[in-house]
């Protein structure tokens, strides 16, 4: 089981930035496949972005182009930068590993984008 803190979250306008932070408690690197997912209220949790060992990143098609995963393994930590954010981006941001752990999902971070 891994401990995961997520971190960043915060109110921002439409067509703004943030950068979301998750510290693991042990070491990932080479080992964890690491994704990012959010859950906006009244849906179902979905698979934002996603970053292996190796460094190969794929994204939802939702957020392709916008959103950019990348993890510094020294610092076992994955991050995701948000650009452009829309309204619809909205939600709770949780990482996990991929395939995820029910065990590893943490409190999670809450970013709302609202004019």
């Known amino acids: 089981q891994v401990q995961l803190v997520e971190s960043g979250g915060g109110l921002v306008q439409p067509g703004g930035s943030l950068r979301l932070s998750c510290a693991a408690s042990v070491r990932i690197g080479g080992i964890y496949t690491m994704s990012w997912y959010r859950q906006a209220p009244g849906k179902q949790r979905e698979l934002v972005a996603t970053i292996t060992s190796g460094g190969r990143a794929t994204y939802s098609d939702s957020v392709k182009g916008r959103f950019t995963i990348s993890r510094d393994n020294a610092k076992n930590t994955v991050y995701i930068q948000m650009n452009s954010l829309k309204l619809e981006d909205t939600a709770v941001y949780y990482c996990?590993?991929?395939?995820?752990?029910?065990?590893?999902w943490g409190q999670g971070t809450q970013v709302t984008v609202s004019s």
């Open positions: 996990n590993t991929n395939p995820p752990s029910q065990g590893n």
